[in-house]
């Protein structure tokens, strides 16, 4: 089992920053990828970056590419997402997921693990 835990959102202005972390536990963290996905209300949840189990690879959606950036910190367990630039439209409850057996995914079905998610608002 792996446990996730998100911090770091909150409600910032159009055009501000935000990190997220999510703290993973119950398996080595070299082991996983890591995702971030998002979900607007009303709305599918979302890819918006991945980050590969040795950090070698990243993938990004193309509405955040350039905007936000996805890294690891394999000591501390941690994955991050720092989002610059931001804009009403990334508004949405976020979430760090993990998967243990796959290639670096975009697809929300092939993580196995989810945290609870973090709400980011972002007003105009």
């Known amino acids: 089992q792996v446990q996730l835990v998100e911090s770091g959102g909150g409600l910032v202005q159009a055009g501000g920053s935000l990190r997220l972390s999510c703290a993973a536990s119950g398996r080595t963290f070299v082991t996983l990828n890591m995702g971030w996905f998002r979900q607007a209300p009303g709305e599918e949840r979302e890819f918006v970056a991945a980050?590969?189990?040795?950090?070698?690879?990243?993938s990004y959606a193309d509405s955040v590419k350039g905007r936000f950036t996805v890294s690891r910190g394999n000591a501390k367990n941690t994955v991050y997402l720092q989002m610059d630039s931001l804009k009403p439209e990334d508004t949405a409850v976020y979430y760090c997921?993990?998967?243990?057996?796959?290639?670096?995914?975009?697809?929300?079905?092939?993580?196995?693990?989810w945290g609870q998610g973090t709400q980011v608002t972002v007003s105009s």
């Open positions: 997921a993990a998967d243990v057996t796959r290639a670096l995914s975009t697809r929300s079905s092939d993580y196995e693990y």
């Open positions: 980050i590969s189990r040795i950090a070698g690879l990243t």
